[in-house]
């Protein structure tokens, strides 16, 4: 595989977690090359554009019935849990690529 190809494919990678909501947490420099820490916060229905307890009828999964809506996030069973991933990276370029989005999203949310 050409350096382009194993550059690409891990830029690839990158910009996938980042569409599917996944925030860069950290980076950390090894000598075989970067570790980019990832993570995905947990929503709960009715935030980010999901349908809340007003707008539609909560349905438990397994039963097809109605489930109740708890305090705890957790016990709802439409709650996504936060998730973590961390990414290897090996090419020089995949690194500084993943360094100038990671530039781009906190200079999003600063300004």
Do not use: C, H, N
Request: charged share 30%.
């Amino acid at each position: 595989m050409s350096a382009f190809d194993e550059y690409d494919k891990e830029r690839r990678e990158i910009d996938e977690l980042l569409f599917k909501g996944y925030r860069i947490e950290g980076i950390e420099e090894t000598l075989d090359g970067a570790l980019v820490k990832f993570r995905l916060k947990p929503q709960v229905p009715g935030t980010a554009g999901q349908p809340g307890p007003s707008e539609a009828p909560l349905v438990s999964p397994s039963a097809g019935l109605p489930a109740s809506r708890s305090a705890d996030p957790a016990a709802d069973p439409f709650y996504l849990a936060e998730a973590r991933l961390e990414l290897p990276l090996l090419t020089a370029d995949a690194r500084k690529y993943v360094v100038s989005r990671y530039i781009e999203m906190m200079r999003s949310q600063a300004g």
